[in-house]
């Protein structure tokens, strides 16, 4: 079954508006977060790497004051599209590393697509 | 820098025939290596990883990966395709940085289609 939620799985907002999008590792502590962002036909592209109760990582090129990245307990983080565009309409998916069954891996979330009009 | 490779956008093979989707890596150090596959509107869901070990890996749902060091190759294989099989796939290398942390390096993905 799965091991890393992602909610929701399907947005659409309006221009201008900010959307949350929560990912929950469901049966272990995720130490690790990551958000990946990927455009229709290509490969994932990693946004951001984020450790509980510390500032995200972003990777060069993502605008932090757009893309809020929140891990505040070992089972959640959040990304925060603010003033989203059209052009933030992508498929936003997370992953959540951590021990499980004693060994230390990472697991992807299904995924959430964003689309912004 | 660690990187992957895959060299084939689509793939087009008949159902019941073998299939091999390509990888190739660039890796300082040993390669972790995986394949992750994504069906419409998914995630990602893993199938195989090398880490150590034999050079043959067997996964999920049949597939398999050939670990080639001389060739920096980790192609991925079944023996009889199914129409179900029909995806993209990610070759991935984990990209080792300070204090232990890791990210992932993605290919750029191999659509698979299985023709019935």
């Known amino acids: 079954g799965a091991v890393v939620s992602q909610h929701p799985s399907w947005v659409i907002c309006k221009s201008g508006t900010s959307v949350k999008i929560e990912c929950r590792s469901l049966?272990?502590?995720?130490?690790?977060m990551f958000w990946y962002r990927q455009f229709p036909k290509q490969s994932l592209m990693l946004m951001a790497t984020?450790?509980?109760?510390?500032?995200?990582?972003?990777e060069q090129g993502v605008e932090k004051d757009k893309f809020l990245i929140n891990h505040a307990s070992l089972t959640l983080s959040t990304l925060t599209v603010t003033s989203a565009h059209p052009e933030d309409s992508s498929f936003y998916i997370c992953?959540?590393?951590?021990?499980?069954?004693?060994?230390?891996?990472?697991?992807f979330g299904p995924g959430t697509r964003l689309t912004v009009t | 820098a660690q990187s992957v490779a895959q060299p084939e956008d689509q793939v087009n093979v008949a159902e019941g025939n073998p299939l091999t989707v390509k990888c190739t890596y660039s890796?300082?150090?040993?390669?972790?290596l995986f394949w992750y596959v994504q069906y419409p509107n998914r995630g990602l869901q893993f199938l195989l990883k090398?880490?150590?070990?034999?050079?043959l890996v067997k996964g999920s749902y049949g597939f398999e990966a050939e670990f080639n060091k001389s060739q920096t190759s980790f192609h991925l294989k079944k023996p009889s395709a199914l129409v179900s099989d029909s995806a993209l796939y990610f070759c991935?290398?984990?990209?080792?940085?300070?204090?232990?942390?890791?990210?992932?390096?993605f290919g750029t993905g191999t659509r698979l289609k299985v023709l019935a």
């Open positions: 992953s959540a590393r951590g021990r499980r069954g004693g060994y230390d891996e990472q697991y």
């Open positions: 049966d272990f502590q995720a130490t690790t």
């Open positions: 984020s450790n509980e109760g510390s500032k995200a990582t972003y």
């Open positions: 890796v300082s150090g040993n390669p972790y």
């Open positions: 090398y880490i150590t070990g034999d050079n």
């Open positions: 991935a290398v984990r990209d080792m940085g300070a204090s232990g942390t890791y990210k992932y390096i």
